[in-house]
């Protein structure tokens, strides 16, 4: 369980610095190269499969859930509030629609995270067998794509409502006294599979450890460059 409570942790670092990691990048970009055009196009090349898997993730669930796409850029741009990394227009529709294509690209970036380290574990990690070539895709694969899953402000739009009905849902299957149910999917899920949270925890780990280092860096820079 303590892999599990850390990956938690982890994640939630990653929804925190991945709000600001974006212009931290374009602050040290720009430093090294004094062109703010350069520092962004040095930024959309190094994130961009994970920006492609966000603003996918968008367009494929509202086209599975019939709401019409408008216009789609996987461009950075650099707005008030700090760098925002592609969109996907998406027209109005009900909260319950609007909250899973806001959070798709949650759910498509953990896939493909749990997916390539589960398959990585299975065939090598397990036995031994750390190949430098798979273990560096994975590094730069969770680093850019747990940078770029989280939902901005402007993708949350009706998750107030997408909550409150999953709360409600889970009230009504403890009520239910569904435990046993629960219990499977605790022995199933977590304890069956512990060398798996063991590697996923330590993978996590790359990204949180460099944010920490780029705000660190980044406001060495800022404080040397005023």
């Known amino acids: 369980m303590i892999y599990l409570l850390l990956i938690i942790l982890e994640l939630i670092a990653l929804l925190l610095f991945s709000m600001i990691i974006p212009s931290l990048l374009v602050q040290i970009f720009y430093y090294f190269t004094r062109s703010h055009k350069v520092a962004i196009w040095l930024l959309s090349i190094i994130v961009l ?7 996918m993730a968008h367009m494929l669930t509202a086209g599975v859930t ?22 996907v227009e998406i027209q ?7 909250a899973l294509i806001g959070f798709a690209p949650v759910f498509f970036g953990m896939g493909i995270l749990v997916g390539g380290i589960s398959l990585a574990n299975n065939y090598y990690f397990q036995n031994g067998q750390y190949p430098i070539w798979l273990v560096l895709v994975l590094f730069y694969l969770v680093v850019v794509i747990g940078n770029t899953m ?44 512990l060398g798996f949270y063991q590697n996923f925890a330590l993978f996590l780990a790359v ?8 705000y660190v860096f980044s406001k060495l820079l800022v404080k040397k460059m005023y």
């Open 49 to 55: 499969p994970g920006t492609l898997v966000h603003e």
């Open 66 to 87: 019939l709401v019409n796409v408008g216009e789609v850029s996987l461009w950075p741009e650099i707005k008030e509030q700090g760098v925002k990394l592609g969109h």
């Open 150 to 193: 989280f939902s901005s402000r402007k993708d949350l739009e009706g998750t107030l409502g997408f909550v409150v009905l999953f709360i409600a849902i889970g009230g009504a299957l403890y009520l239910l006294d569904f435990e046993q149910f629960f219990n499977v999917l605790k022995t199933n899920l977590v304890e069956n599979h």
């Open 92 to 98: 109005k529709t009900d909260f319950f629609r609007r």
């Open 207 to 214: 990204p949180v450890i460099g944010d920490i280092l780029v």
